[in-house]
Protein backbone atom coordinates (compact mmCIF):
# COMPACT_ATOMS: atom_id res chain seq x y z
CA UNK A 1 0.00 0.00 0.00
CA UNK A 2 1.50 3.22 -0.81
CA UNK A 3 1.55 5.68 2.14
CA UNK A 4 -0.14 9.22 1.98
CA UNK A 5 1.52 12.16 1.15
CA UNK A 6 1.70 14.94 3.69
CA UNK A 7 2.62 18.32 4.05
CA UNK A 8 3.34 20.59 6.83
CA UNK A 9 1.81 23.89 6.19
CA UNK A 10 2.68 26.92 8.42
CA UNK A 11 -0.31 29.09 8.42
CA UNK A 12 -0.08 32.83 9.50
CA UNK A 13 -3.33 34.81 9.23
CA UNK A 14 -2.04 37.76 10.44
CA UNK A 15 -4.57 40.82 10.57
CA UNK A 16 -7.57 42.48 9.51
CA UNK A 17 -9.15 40.03 6.59
CA UNK A 18 -6.35 38.13 6.71
CA UNK A 19 -7.42 35.27 9.40
CA UNK A 20 -11.23 35.29 7.11
CA UNK A 21 -9.16 34.96 3.73
CA UNK A 22 -6.76 32.59 4.68
CA UNK A 23 -9.75 30.20 6.09
CA UNK A 24 -10.94 30.64 2.99
CA UNK A 25 -7.60 29.19 1.09
CA UNK A 26 -7.22 26.39 3.53
CA UNK A 27 -11.14 25.29 2.93
CA UNK A 28 -9.76 25.22 -0.80
CA UNK A 29 -6.31 23.54 -0.18
CA UNK A 30 -8.22 20.69 1.59
CA UNK A 31 -10.86 20.29 -1.04
CA UNK A 32 -8.30 19.59 -3.59
CA UNK A 33 -5.64 17.67 -1.44
CA UNK A 34 -7.97 15.26 -1.18
CA UNK A 35 -9.44 15.01 -4.76
CA UNK A 36 -5.36 14.49 -5.90
CA UNK A 37 -4.49 12.32 -3.23
CA UNK A 38 -2.41 14.18 -0.54
CA UNK A 39 -3.02 15.70 3.10
CA UNK A 40 -1.85 18.62 4.38
CA UNK A 41 -1.24 19.73 8.42
CA UNK A 42 -1.43 22.93 9.51
CA UNK A 43 0.38 25.01 12.32
CA UNK A 44 -1.23 27.85 13.03
CA UNK A 45 1.76 30.58 14.03
CA UNK A 46 1.16 34.32 15.32
CA UNK A 47 2.96 37.36 13.33
CA UNK A 48 2.17 41.19 13.14
CA UNK A 49 -0.13 42.95 15.24
CA UNK A 50 -1.76 39.67 16.62
CA UNK A 51 1.37 38.72 17.75
CA UNK A 52 2.14 41.85 19.25
CA UNK A 53 -1.15 42.06 20.82
CA UNK A 54 -0.20 38.56 22.26
CA UNK A 55 3.14 38.55 23.14
CA UNK A 56 4.44 42.23 22.82
CA UNK A 57 6.98 41.83 19.99
CA UNK A 58 5.72 41.38 15.96
CA UNK A 59 7.46 38.13 15.18
CA UNK A 60 8.21 35.70 18.05
CA UNK A 61 11.03 33.50 17.80
CA UNK A 62 8.75 30.25 17.37
CA UNK A 63 6.39 31.29 14.32
CA UNK A 64 10.42 32.15 13.04
CA UNK A 65 11.27 28.23 14.21
CA UNK A 66 8.12 26.92 13.37
CA UNK A 67 7.98 28.03 9.99
CA UNK A 68 11.28 26.73 8.88
CA UNK A 69 10.33 23.74 9.75
CA UNK A 70 7.30 23.46 7.64
CA UNK A 71 7.20 22.32 3.87
CA UNK A 72 5.74 25.94 3.35
CA UNK A 73 4.13 29.40 4.56
CA UNK A 74 0.61 30.66 4.00
CA UNK A 75 0.26 34.09 4.92
CA UNK A 76 -2.63 36.23 5.08
CA UNK A 77 -1.80 39.68 5.72
CA UNK A 78 -0.66 42.31 9.23
CA UNK A 79 -1.07 45.74 9.73
CA UNK A 80 -3.46 47.74 10.81
CA UNK A 81 -4.24 51.49 12.58
CA UNK A 82 -4.16 49.98 16.03
CA UNK A 83 -0.80 49.08 15.83
CA UNK A 84 0.36 52.75 13.28
CA UNK A 85 1.36 54.20 16.07
CA UNK A 86 4.14 52.04 17.53
CA UNK A 87 7.94 52.72 17.03
CA UNK A 88 9.39 50.98 14.09
CA UNK A 89 10.73 48.44 15.45
CA UNK A 90 7.35 47.53 16.61
CA UNK A 91 5.47 47.47 13.74
CA UNK A 92 3.65 44.66 12.34
CA UNK A 93 5.60 44.93 9.18
CA UNK A 94 8.21 43.96 10.79
CA UNK A 95 7.41 40.41 10.75
CA UNK A 96 7.79 40.42 6.57
CA UNK A 97 10.63 41.61 6.49
CA UNK A 98 11.75 39.04 9.48
CA UNK A 99 10.17 36.17 7.78
CA UNK A 100 12.02 37.41 4.95
CA UNK A 101 15.33 37.88 6.17
CA UNK A 102 15.07 34.21 8.26
CA UNK A 103 13.80 32.19 5.60
CA UNK A 104 15.88 33.43 3.10
CA UNK A 105 13.18 34.54 0.70
CA UNK A 106 15.04 36.04 -1.52
CA UNK A 107 13.17 35.56 -4.71
CA UNK A 108 9.35 37.30 -5.10
CA UNK A 109 7.21 36.15 -7.90
CA UNK A 110 4.32 38.04 -8.68
CA UNK A 111 2.47 37.08 -11.46
CA UNK A 112 -0.42 39.17 -13.14
CA UNK A 113 -2.98 37.48 -15.15
CA UNK A 114 -6.10 39.43 -16.86
CA UNK A 115 -9.17 36.87 -16.34
CA UNK A 116 -11.02 37.33 -19.65
CA UNK A 117 -14.01 37.90 -16.78
CA UNK A 118 -12.53 40.91 -16.11
CA UNK A 119 -11.00 43.12 -18.90
CA UNK A 120 -13.54 45.90 -18.18
CA UNK A 121 -11.60 46.25 -14.94
CA UNK A 122 -8.33 47.03 -16.75
CA UNK A 123 -7.39 50.56 -17.18
CA UNK A 124 -5.98 49.79 -20.60
CA UNK A 125 -8.47 49.83 -23.99
CA UNK A 126 -10.22 46.87 -25.24
CA UNK A 127 -7.90 45.96 -28.40
CA UNK A 128 -4.75 45.66 -26.16
CA UNK A 129 -6.80 43.38 -22.84
CA UNK A 130 -8.31 41.12 -25.50
CA UNK A 131 -5.11 40.09 -26.39
CA UNK A 132 -4.77 38.65 -23.06
CA UNK A 133 -1.52 39.15 -20.17
CA UNK A 134 0.05 36.71 -18.23
CA UNK A 135 2.79 37.92 -16.89
CA UNK A 136 5.30 36.22 -13.98
CA UNK A 137 7.19 39.36 -12.80
CA UNK A 138 10.49 37.81 -10.86
CA UNK A 139 12.19 40.28 -8.41
CA UNK A 140 15.56 40.09 -6.18
CA UNK A 141 13.80 40.44 -2.90
CA UNK A 142 16.99 41.22 -0.54
CA UNK A 143 19.62 42.81 -2.64
CA UNK A 144 20.58 45.96 -4.58
CA UNK A 145 19.23 49.54 -3.53
CA UNK A 146 17.00 48.88 -0.83
CA UNK A 147 19.59 46.92 1.54
CA UNK A 148 22.65 49.28 0.24
CA UNK A 149 24.93 51.97 1.86
CA UNK A 150 23.00 55.44 2.23
CA UNK A 151 23.36 58.27 4.16
CA UNK A 152 22.99 61.60 5.05
CA UNK A 153 24.81 64.86 6.28
CA UNK A 154 24.69 68.31 6.30
CA UNK A 155 22.33 70.79 7.29
CA UNK A 156 20.16 73.45 5.47
CA UNK A 157 21.34 74.28 1.82
CA UNK A 158 24.56 72.28 2.44
CA UNK A 159 22.14 68.48 3.14
CA UNK A 160 23.06 65.68 1.20
CA UNK A 161 21.83 62.04 1.05
CA UNK A 162 22.84 58.79 -0.65
CA UNK A 163 21.92 55.18 -1.19
CA UNK A 164 24.08 52.55 -3.17
CA UNK A 165 23.30 49.47 -4.97
CA UNK A 166 25.18 46.76 -5.13
CA UNK A 167 25.09 43.17 -6.65
CA UNK A 168 27.04 40.30 -6.64
CA UNK A 169 27.51 37.41 -8.87
CA UNK A 170 25.69 34.74 -6.25
CA UNK A 171 22.63 36.85 -5.42
CA UNK A 172 22.20 37.30 -9.68
CA UNK A 173 23.25 33.55 -10.29
CA UNK A 174 20.46 32.41 -7.87
CA UNK A 175 17.65 34.43 -8.90
CA UNK A 176 18.25 34.05 -12.75
CA UNK A 177 17.78 30.38 -12.21
CA UNK A 178 14.72 30.37 -10.55
CA UNK A 179 13.43 32.96 -13.65
CA UNK A 180 14.83 30.17 -16.31
CA UNK A 181 13.47 27.65 -14.59
CA UNK A 182 10.04 28.90 -14.07
CA UNK A 183 10.40 30.28 -18.08
CA UNK A 184 10.60 26.74 -19.33
CA UNK A 185 7.48 25.66 -17.62
CA UNK A 186 5.60 28.42 -19.41
CA UNK A 187 5.98 29.91 -22.51
CA UNK A 188 10.05 29.96 -22.39
CA UNK A 189 10.17 33.66 -22.95
CA UNK A 190 12.69 35.68 -20.29
CA UNK A 191 12.95 38.94 -20.44
CA UNK A 192 15.54 40.68 -18.34
CA UNK A 193 14.52 44.50 -17.16
CA UNK A 194 17.77 46.71 -16.35
CA UNK A 195 19.35 49.97 -16.98
CA UNK A 196 22.06 48.60 -17.93
CA UNK A 197 23.59 51.33 -20.53
CA UNK A 198 23.99 53.78 -17.10
CA UNK A 199 24.30 51.25 -14.11
CA UNK A 200 27.41 49.06 -13.38
CA UNK A 201 24.65 46.39 -11.41
CA UNK A 202 23.00 45.99 -14.28
CA UNK A 203 25.38 45.52 -16.82
CA UNK A 204 26.44 42.48 -14.26
CA UNK A 205 23.52 41.13 -14.24
CA UNK A 206 23.14 41.03 -17.95
CA UNK A 207 26.77 39.57 -17.99
CA UNK A 208 25.61 36.84 -15.22
CA UNK A 209 22.41 36.07 -17.44
CA UNK A 210 23.87 35.72 -20.52
CA UNK A 211 26.51 33.71 -19.20
CA UNK A 212 23.89 30.83 -17.67
CA UNK A 213 21.52 31.57 -20.78
CA UNK A 214 23.39 28.18 -22.98
CA UNK A 215 22.18 25.95 -19.82
CA UNK A 216 18.31 26.75 -20.77
CA UNK A 217 18.35 26.75 -24.44
CA UNK A 218 14.91 26.21 -24.80
CA UNK A 219 14.02 29.66 -23.48
CA UNK A 220 14.09 32.79 -25.24
CA UNK A 221 15.95 35.63 -23.88
CA UNK A 222 15.90 39.07 -24.33
CA UNK A 223 16.47 42.23 -22.54
CA UNK A 224 14.69 45.95 -22.23
CA UNK A 225 16.00 48.97 -20.36
CA UNK A 226 13.36 49.92 -17.41
CA UNK A 227 12.08 52.73 -18.64
CA UNK A 228 10.89 51.18 -22.35
CA UNK A 229 10.04 48.33 -20.24
CA UNK A 230 7.03 50.32 -18.40
CA UNK A 231 5.93 51.64 -21.90
CA UNK A 232 6.08 48.33 -23.07
CA UNK A 233 3.79 46.75 -20.23
CA UNK A 234 1.12 49.42 -20.83
CA UNK A 235 1.47 48.87 -25.11
CA UNK A 236 1.63 45.22 -25.37
CA UNK A 237 1.21 43.32 -22.08
CA UNK A 238 0.62 40.52 -23.67
CA UNK A 239 3.34 40.22 -25.33
CA UNK A 240 5.41 39.37 -22.25
CA UNK A 241 6.20 35.65 -19.84
CA UNK A 242 8.55 35.94 -17.30
CA UNK A 243 10.03 38.86 -16.76
CA UNK A 244 13.36 39.52 -14.15
CA UNK A 245 14.57 42.50 -12.71
CA UNK A 246 16.41 43.74 -9.76
CA UNK A 247 15.17 44.72 -6.12
CA UNK A 248 14.04 48.43 -6.86
CA UNK A 249 12.61 47.82 -10.84
CA UNK A 250 10.79 44.71 -9.68
CA UNK A 251 8.77 46.95 -7.18
CA UNK A 252 7.54 49.47 -9.40
CA UNK A 253 6.81 47.23 -12.40
CA UNK A 254 5.06 44.39 -10.58
CA UNK A 255 2.88 47.36 -9.44
CA UNK A 256 2.26 48.53 -12.96
CA UNK A 257 1.38 45.06 -13.85
CA UNK A 258 -0.98 44.64 -10.95
CA UNK A 259 -2.98 48.04 -11.94
CA UNK A 260 -3.14 46.20 -15.66
CA UNK A 261 -5.10 43.69 -14.32
CA UNK A 262 -7.31 45.97 -12.76
CA UNK A 263 -8.26 44.46 -9.16
CA UNK A 264 -5.83 44.03 -6.44
CA UNK A 265 -8.15 41.35 -4.56
CA UNK A 266 -6.84 39.07 -7.49
CA UNK A 267 -3.20 39.18 -7.28
CA UNK A 268 -1.36 36.32 -5.42
CA UNK A 269 2.60 36.11 -4.89
CA UNK A 270 5.07 33.30 -3.66
CA UNK A 271 8.36 34.40 -1.97
CA UNK A 272 11.37 31.90 -2.46
CA UNK A 273 14.47 30.69 -1.48
CA UNK A 274 17.28 27.90 -1.70
CA UNK A 275 15.47 24.58 -3.30
CA UNK A 276 14.06 22.63 -0.39
CA UNK A 277 13.62 25.64 1.87
CA UNK A 278 9.98 26.90 2.67
CA UNK A 279 8.85 29.20 0.14
CA UNK A 280 5.59 32.04 1.52
CA UNK A 281 3.16 32.65 -0.09
CA UNK A 282 0.88 35.30 0.09
CA UNK A 283 -2.31 38.13 -1.64
CA UNK A 284 -0.26 41.60 -2.73
CA UNK A 285 -3.00 43.26 -1.10
CA UNK A 286 -2.86 44.15 2.68
CA UNK A 287 -5.04 43.43 5.71
CA UNK A 288 -7.50 45.68 4.52
CA UNK A 289 -9.18 46.95 8.14
CA UNK A 290 -11.43 49.14 6.36
CA UNK A 291 -13.23 45.80 5.54
CA UNK A 292 -12.28 44.01 8.14
CA UNK A 293 -14.84 41.23 9.81
CA UNK A 294 -17.55 42.20 7.63
CA UNK A 295 -17.69 39.40 5.45
CA UNK A 296 -16.57 41.43 2.04
CA UNK A 297 -13.13 40.52 1.91
CA UNK A 298 -12.38 38.86 -1.78
CA UNK A 299 -10.61 35.94 -1.10
CA UNK A 300 -9.40 35.22 -4.11
CA UNK A 301 -5.43 36.23 -4.25
CA UNK A 302 -5.38 33.95 -1.01
CA UNK A 303 -6.68 31.26 -3.06
CA UNK A 304 -4.41 31.73 -6.29
CA UNK A 305 -1.92 31.92 -3.33
CA UNK A 306 -2.31 28.47 -2.13
CA UNK A 307 -2.43 27.07 -5.73
CA UNK A 308 1.10 29.08 -6.42
CA UNK A 309 2.06 27.07 -2.87
CA UNK A 310 1.08 24.13 -4.04
CA UNK A 311 2.58 24.05 -7.87
CA UNK A 312 6.20 25.63 -6.87
CA UNK A 313 6.59 24.04 -3.25
CA UNK A 314 5.21 20.74 -3.17
CA UNK A 315 5.37 20.26 -6.84
CA UNK A 316 1.13 19.30 -6.82
CA UNK A 317 0.80 20.60 -10.27
CA UNK A 318 -2.25 19.07 -10.63
CA UNK A 319 -4.02 20.24 -8.19
CA UNK A 320 -2.94 23.88 -8.36
CA UNK A 321 -3.97 24.09 -11.80
CA UNK A 322 -7.51 22.43 -10.69
CA UNK A 323 -7.69 25.77 -7.93
CA UNK A 324 -6.32 27.81 -10.74
CA UNK A 325 -9.36 26.36 -13.19
CA UNK A 326 -11.96 26.85 -10.63
CA UNK A 327 -11.44 30.52 -9.55
CA UNK A 328 -11.38 31.14 -13.65
CA UNK A 329 -15.02 29.53 -13.90
CA UNK A 330 -16.14 31.40 -11.17
CA UNK A 331 -15.81 34.71 -12.44
CA UNK A 332 -16.51 33.29 -16.13
CA UNK A 333 -19.54 32.34 -14.37
CA UNK A 334 -20.04 35.80 -13.31
CA UNK A 335 -20.00 35.81 -9.43
CA UNK A 336 -17.84 38.68 -8.19
CA UNK A 337 -16.85 40.31 -4.56
CA UNK A 338 -17.57 43.83 -4.22
CA UNK A 339 -14.12 45.24 -4.80
CA UNK A 340 -14.12 43.30 -8.73
CA UNK A 341 -16.41 45.43 -10.45
CA UNK A 342 -15.60 48.39 -12.23
CA UNK A 343 -16.67 51.84 -11.63
CA UNK A 344 -20.43 52.14 -12.39
CA UNK A 345 -20.55 48.27 -13.07
CA UNK A 346 -23.13 46.22 -10.55
CA UNK A 347 -23.35 42.58 -10.45
CA UNK A 348 -26.34 40.53 -12.01
CA UNK A 349 -28.65 39.38 -9.22
CA UNK A 350 -27.68 37.27 -6.66
CA UNK A 351 -24.10 37.37 -7.96
CA UNK A 352 -22.60 39.48 -5.67
CA UNK A 353 -20.52 37.62 -3.30
CA UNK A 354 -19.37 37.98 0.04
CA UNK A 355 -16.28 36.20 1.29
CA UNK A 356 -17.61 32.97 2.53
CA UNK A 357 -19.97 32.78 -0.41
CA UNK A 358 -17.18 33.17 -2.70
CA UNK A 359 -15.11 30.21 -0.85
CA UNK A 360 -18.34 27.94 -1.63
CA UNK A 361 -18.30 29.52 -5.28
CA UNK A 362 -14.94 28.13 -5.84
CA UNK A 363 -15.20 24.79 -4.34
CA UNK A 364 -17.90 23.64 -5.74
CA UNK A 365 -16.55 24.65 -8.73
CA UNK A 366 -13.14 22.60 -7.83
P1 LIG B 1 -4.82 47.30 1.64
O1 LIG B 1 -4.34 46.48 0.49
O2 LIG B 1 -5.01 46.61 2.91
O3 LIG B 1 -6.20 48.02 1.24
C1 LIG B 1 -6.32 48.94 0.15
C2 LIG B 1 -7.78 48.97 -0.31
O4 LIG B 1 -8.06 47.75 -1.02
C3 LIG B 1 -8.78 49.04 0.84
O5 LIG B 1 -9.88 49.81 0.43
C4 LIG B 1 -9.21 47.61 1.04
O6 LIG B 1 -10.52 47.47 1.56
C5 LIG B 1 -9.13 47.04 -0.38
N1 LIG B 1 -8.78 45.62 -0.36
C6 LIG B 1 -7.57 45.07 -0.07
N2 LIG B 1 -7.63 43.74 -0.13
C7 LIG B 1 -8.90 43.43 -0.45
C8 LIG B 1 -9.59 42.21 -0.64
N3 LIG B 1 -9.01 41.00 -0.53
N4 LIG B 1 -10.91 42.25 -0.95
C9 LIG B 1 -11.54 43.43 -1.08
N5 LIG B 1 -10.94 44.61 -0.93
C10 LIG B 1 -9.63 44.63 -0.61
O7 LIG B 1 -3.75 48.49 1.79
P2 LIG B 1 -3.67 49.64 2.89
O8 LIG B 1 -5.06 50.13 3.23
O9 LIG B 1 -2.67 50.57 2.37
O10 LIG B 1 -3.06 48.94 4.18
C11 LIG B 1 -3.83 48.43 5.27
C12 LIG B 1 -2.88 47.75 6.24
O11 LIG B 1 -2.28 46.62 5.60
C13 LIG B 1 -1.73 48.64 6.70
O12 LIG B 1 -1.49 48.39 8.07
C14 LIG B 1 -0.56 48.18 5.87
O13 LIG B 1 0.66 48.40 6.50
C15 LIG B 1 -0.85 46.71 5.74
N6 LIG B 1 -0.25 46.04 4.57
C16 LIG B 1 0.20 44.79 4.78
C17 LIG B 1 0.72 44.08 3.70
C18 LIG B 1 1.16 42.67 3.96
O14 LIG B 1 0.88 42.11 4.99
N7 LIG B 1 1.86 42.05 3.03
C19 LIG B 1 0.81 44.65 2.44
C20 LIG B 1 0.30 45.96 2.27
C21 LIG B 1 -0.24 46.64 3.34
Known amino acids: MTQEKVYKIAL ?8 DIVTAA ?9 RFGFRLEYEELLAGGAAL ?15 KGADAVMLGAVGGPKWDTLPTALRPEKALLGLRSSL ?27 QGMDIMIVRELTGGIYFGEQGRSGRGEERKAYDTEAYSYPEIVRIARIAFGLAQGRNKQLTLVDKANILTTSQLWREVVKEIAPEYPDVQLDYLYVDNAAMQLVKRPYSFDVILTSNMFGDILSDEAAQITGSIGLLPSASLGLPGKPGMYEPIHGSAPDIAGQNKAN ?4 ILSAAMLLRLSLGEEDAAAAIEDAVTK ?33 LAAL
Open 53 to 67: DASGEPLPQYTVEAA
Open 104 to 130: GLFANLRPARMFPALVAQSPLRPEITA
Open 26 to 34: CEVLDKAAG
Open 330 to 362: VLADGYRSPDLLAPGETAQEGMLLGTLEMTSAV
Open 12 to 19: IPGDGIGP
Open 299 to 302: PLAT
